[in-house]
Structures are given as C-alpha cells and as structure tokens.
C-alpha cells in the first residue's frame, strides 16, 4: 500500500482547519479500505472533534474498520482534553493498521498514543513523510518545543526601499503593495493567530488588524504600548476582538476587560523574548508581525522570527521611513501582478 499517498492526502484536507482549531493543531485523517479512501476528516474548531473522530464518524459501514487502515499527519491523543482520547475511538474500532505522520511532542501525548495502539494489538508505522507533516504542524512544535509562537515578519517596502512616507495628510495607510496582495495578507490573517503592531503604526494608520477581505477568524491583536499614548478612540479600543497591550505601565493602573488586556514587560532588554512569553502564557500559537521598522527590527535582532514574507510594490518614495535590516536566505519568489512577494525562513 502506497503510504505516502495517503499522508499527503491528509495534509491536503489538514489545510481546512488551519486557523479554526487553534491551539489544537490541524490534523488530518482518512481511512483506508480494500485500497481505496472511503472516508476523510480533519480538525473541527477548537473543543470540536479531531480529525480522527470526524474520519470515522463519515464510514457508513462500521464493521469494515476490522479490515481498514486510518491515517493521520500526527500521533492521535490519549488523553482527556475537551474531547476523549482519539487512540482509544481507533482501539475500540479495532484497525488493522495506523499510519502516522509525525509522533505528537506534547508531553501528554507523545508515544502515548502510539503505545495505546500496540497494546491493542494495532500494527502502528511511524514517519511517512515525517518532514512534510511537521512542516504542516510548525506552529503547533514551535509552541511545544520552544514555548514561543510560530513569528512570520511582514512588511511591504517600495522598490527603493522605503516602508511608509515620512509625514503625510491624514490618518490611515499609505498602501505599497497592490490589492490582490492585501487580500493574501488577510488570507494569512484568517489562518494565523494573532498579529502584532507597534505603537506608531496604530497612531498613524489607525488598523483595524482584522479579516475583511477573506473567510476566517479575525486574530488576537497584540499592540505595543510602552507608555500608553494611543488614543482610545482607536479601532484596538473597539472591544471587537481580544487585544493585548504590551506596556511598561503597572497593572494597578490599568483597567482592563476580557477583550482588551494589559500586559507588562521591560522594555530595557529582550523585548521580542518578553513578549513572546507573555503571547505563549495567552497559548498563541502564532503571530504575524506586521510592523513597523522598530518592532520588526527588535524581533530581527533578538533572531526570533521563522519566516520574513516581504512584498515589493511597484512604487517609489524618494525618501521615507527605511524598511528593517534583513539579511536571510530567500526560499520563494512569487510575482503578484506587479508587486514581488519573496518568502524567507529562518534556518
């Protein structure tokens, strides 16, 4: 049996819940009978069923699964979470084989799973197209392996390298790139977790930091306020989505809500790493970084950053405000109209 078809088949459909079952990573199974895909599942919203259940759930015929084969792009759990363990559905059905992507390292799962399948007497086999699943699930391991979120910088600068004009009329964006790449910036919005702004880019273009131009959650709004200077009149203060506040301000002095909350670090040093702690402790699992230079920069500095998306528009502005220092490998480059997009990672 061609394993690795199947997998891939399973990240194809894990793509659906991206963005909806955070923090419980997007999975996706499909079972396998008489060497043909009879059903296919992945992760409903959080609290919802895993991709397992949903999997199952679709097979009419019960009693094939003695005889069936389910494969997913991560270990099923074994534990008790909103939902019962996926390892024990998949035992009391009693599978003939499990396939599995990658191993779960979360510590109440890993090998926990795996274990429960052999116990039950299931054949369990390991890493098909291991790299490819964890790449799929990269913001689930970066938040289990290093207590931070998954960081994807993004700006757009002009082809003389400029990120915003130095003074212009009045409040709100002065857009770079086109409209077909503003709509993909809010297709990776809806699929992120949250997104992160800085002071000066919340006085001047007064973001609403939201999906209006695609399907999807709007994410957490993460706003860098050292001393508490944007006005409350602003989009951030709307009460429409959960925003964090990043500040030096004492909690005593600050009233905040269930949707607008007050968090402080020490902006003296290791600033990106204070703040990805404070997102960790909020169990965000990923953030874009949207700027500006400032934040964007401290972030480059502290080398705490996976992926830089950076568009080029076709403009120019003689003289401005200079996009952030970069030095990375490039790994993609894709043309949107007239505007460049180049994708970098962080190895």
């Known amino acids: 049996m061609d394993h690795k078809k199947y997998i891939q088949r399973c990240l194809q459909i894990a793509k659906n819940g991206i963005g909806t079952a955070r923090p419980n990573p997007s999975v996706g199974a499909v079972v396998v009978y008489d060497n043909k895909i009879i059903a296919e599942g992945f992760t409903s919203p959080y609290g919802k069923n895993h991709a397992e259940v949903n999997a199952i759930a679709a097979v009419k015929d019960k009693s094939v699964l003695k005889s069936a084969t389910i494969y997913v792009t991560l270990e099923p759990c074994s534990h008790f979470g909103k939902t019962p363990p996926c390892a024990d559905l998949i035992v009391k ?4 084989k499990v396939v599995i992507g990658c191993v779960d390292s979360n510590s109440l799962v890993s ?9 039950a007497g299931i054949e369990v086999v390991i890493g098909v197209l291991e790299d490819e699943c964890r790449a799929h699930h990269k913001r689930f391991f970066t938040d289990q392996e290093k207590k931070r979120p998954y960081i994807i910088l993004k700006w757009a600068e002009t082809k003389d390298g400029f990120v915003a004009p130095i003074s212009k009329n009045k ?5 770079i790139s086109n409209p077909c790449s503003q709509q993909l910036v ?12 800085g002071t000066n880019t919340v006085v001047s273009d007064n973001p609403k930091l939201n999906v209006r131009s695609w399907f999807g959650q709007n994410p957490v709004r993460i706003v860098i306020d050292r001393t508490l200077r944007i006005p409350e009149n602003l989009h951030v203060f709307d009460g429409s989505v959960k925003t964090i506040f990043i500040t030096e301000k004492n909690n005593s002095q600050i009233e905040g809500s269930q949707e607008l909350i007050f968090e402080t670090i020490n902006f003296s040093k290791n600033m990106a790493k204070q703040i990805c702690d404070v997102l960790y402790k909020h169990n965000i699992q990923s953030v874009i970084i949207e700027g500006g230079t400032k934040t964007l920069q401290n972030f480059i500095d502290e080398n705490l950053w996976d992926e830089a998306r950076v568009f080029t528009g076709d403009v120019t502005f003689g003289k401005g405000v200079l996009a952030p220092i970069f030095n990375a490998s490039k790994k993609e480059h894709i043309n949107i109209q007239k505007d460049v997009l180049k994708i970098y990672t962080n190895d």
């Open 186 to 197: 809010h297709k990776w919005r809806a699929k992120g977790h949250a997104i992160l702004v």
């Open 171 to 175: 409040q709100g964006p002065v857009w």
């Open 111 to 119: 090998g926990k799973g795996i274990e429960r399948l052999q116990n």
């Open 93 to 96: 059905h009693q599978f003939k």
